[in-house]
């Protein structure tokens, strides 16, 4: 805690008030007091019962005695806390999250060594003399002392903490680019221990939804906890679970409704097959901004699997429409419109007159005369499935 947070809590200390020789007064009894801190903290606090040794060990003793020294510095001579003394209970705090375990257990150990700490300066206080003010502002002293190590302390627990979510969401955004920047499924056992290195649990199937967002950070809580995701090909791509779960796909239209998005959700894939619903849902991206699905909200590409067929590759759709429709380009514009939504309605309708002249809102016996009109520039092509089925598709492209 820096000097103007001390102020602001009304803690500030006047440390050039206190009597230097003190400090010299305790210094004899400073080993003693420290091996009492580490007993009773081994003794009072659960985390702690086990024997000071190790890494672990040196550091709460190291952190209790220089925590000392600081305190009679400071009495000696006004000195603050530098740098590298604050590094130590930064550390201190890192060490709990790496254990695994919150900042109770280090606290609790901080406000049982002021305790005893308290007690011994306290009573070498009262032996030397000293007055009601100066025992007061020794207690002001240490305890604004204490305040400055665990405020270091939660300062290195968060700094660890920020480091561990970085880097597990850096694994995480190497595991989604993993998935769907393939060309086929992936290894089970990798992708069962590439999760495991992501802290992931690996979902039986998932959903790939891509949209322009800027941020994929902001975008992937948002969708659920279990939900992970990365930029990729400059979209925020993120893999969503069980995507088929109820009320799931409103859920997402509500959301990117709200933030202004459009975005397109792939087939439900296992999660080894991801590629397959990144490449669909990048697909129908393509198509909503083309303007092929009108461009708001979510697009779930699994109702439009044809669209995606017919749309997916532009020049292949428009080599179709060459090639099956070619019988109708002499005809005049206004003609060749006719003509498509006539045949578009005969394929539809199977060949009923009384069906298509309804649809079109024209006389059966101009349905008649058009039918006539094709099957002259068609000829035995209309006989053929499946140059009848390549002319409904080439149809329906010339719809969008």
């Known amino acids: 805690m820096q000097i103007a947070q001390r102020v602001a809590f009304g803690i500030e200390p006047s440390w050039g008030q206190l009597d230097p020789e003190l400090a010299l007064a305790l210094h004899a009894g400073l080993p003693a007091l420290?091996?009492?801190?580490?007993?009773?903290?081994?003794?009072?606090?659960?985390?702690?019962?086990?024997?000071l040794e190790g890494a672990f060990g040196r550091g709460v003793r190291v952190g209790v005695r220089r925590a000392l020294e600081q305190f009679l510095r400071l009495v000696e001579h006004g000195e603050l806390t530098g740098p590298s003394d604050r590094d130590i209970y930064r550390e201190l705090g890192r060490g709990e999250l790496r254990a695994g375990r919150s900042l109770d257990a280090l606290q609790a150990a901080y406000?049982?060594?002021?305790?005893?700490?308290?007690?011994?300066?306290?009573?070498?206080?009262?032996?030397?003399?000293?007055?009601?003010?100066?025992?007061?502002?020794?207690?002001?002293?240490?305890?604004?002392?204490?305040?400055?190590?665990?405020?270091?302390?939660?300062?290195?627990?968060?700094?660890?903490?920020?480091?561990?979510?970085?880097?597990?969401?850096?694994?995480?955004?190497?595991l989604v680019r993993m998935l769907v920047e393939r060309s086929e499924a992936i290894d089970e056992h990798a992708l069962r221990l590439s999760a495991l290195d992501a802290e992931w649990e690996l979902p039986t199937t998932l959903a790939v939804l891509l949209c322009e967002a800027e941020?994929?950070?902001?975008?992937?809580?948002?969708?659920?906890?279990?939900?992970?995701?990365a930029r990729v090909d400059e979209l925020a791509c993120v893999l969503v679970c069980d995507p088929d779960a109820p009320a799931r796909r409103s859920q997402l239209e509500k959301l990117l409704h709200?933030?202004?998005?459009?975005?397109?959700?792939?087939?439900?894939?296992?999660?080894?097959?991801?590629?397959?619903?990144?490449?669909?849902?990048?697909?129908?991206?393509?198509?909503?901004?083309?303007?092929?699905?009108?461009?708001?909200?979510?697009?779930?590409?699994?109702?439009h699997l044809l669209a995606l067929l017919l749309f997916g590759d532009p020049e292949l759709g428009d080599?179709?429409?060459?090639?099956?429709?070619?019988?109708?380009?002499?005809?005049?514009?206004?003609?060749?419109?006719?003509?498509?939504?006539?045949?578009?309605?005969?394929?539809?309708?199977?060949?009923?007159?009384?069906?298509?002249?309804?649809?079109?809102?024209?006389?059966r016996q101009t349905v008649r005369y058009r039918l006539n009109r094709l099957k002259e520039l068609f000829g035995e092509l209309l006989e053929d499935p499946d140059r009848r089925l390549e002319i409904e598709l080439a149809l329906r492209v010339t719809q969008r």
């Open 258 to 303: 709200r933030r202004q998005l459009i975005a397109a959700l792939g087939p439900t894939v296992p999660s080894a097959e991801a590629h397959l619903s990144f490449r669909r849902a990048s697909t129908g991206l393509e198509l909503l901004k083309r303007g092929v699905f009108p461009a708001e909200g979510l697009l779930i590409c699994e109702e």
């Open 111 to 174: 406000r049982l060594g002021s305790r005893i700490s308290w007690r011994r300066v306290s009573s070498v206080a009262r032996e030397r003399g000293a007055d009601a003010a100066t025992v007061s502002l020794l207690a002001e002293s240490m305890f604004a002392h204490i305040e400055e190590i665990s405020a270091s302390s939660v300062e290195g627990y968060a700094q660890a903490q920020a480091e561990l979510a970085g880097e597990r969401d850096r694994r995480r955004r190497r």
């Open 34 to 51: 420290t091996d009492e801190i580490i007993a009773a903290i081994g003794e009072a606090i659960p985390e702690y019962r086990r024997p």
């Open 215 to 229: 941020d994929v950070n902001i975008l992937v809580p948002l969708i659920g906890a279990d939900a992970i995701g």
């Open 319 to 363: 080599e179709l429409v060459r090639r099956s429709l070619a019988p109708l380009e002499l005809e005049s514009p206004g003609s060749r419109k006719r003509l498509r939504q006539t045949l578009a309605s005969w394929l539809r309708h199977q060949g009923s007159v009384p069906a298509i002249a309804s649809e079109l809102h024209v006389h």
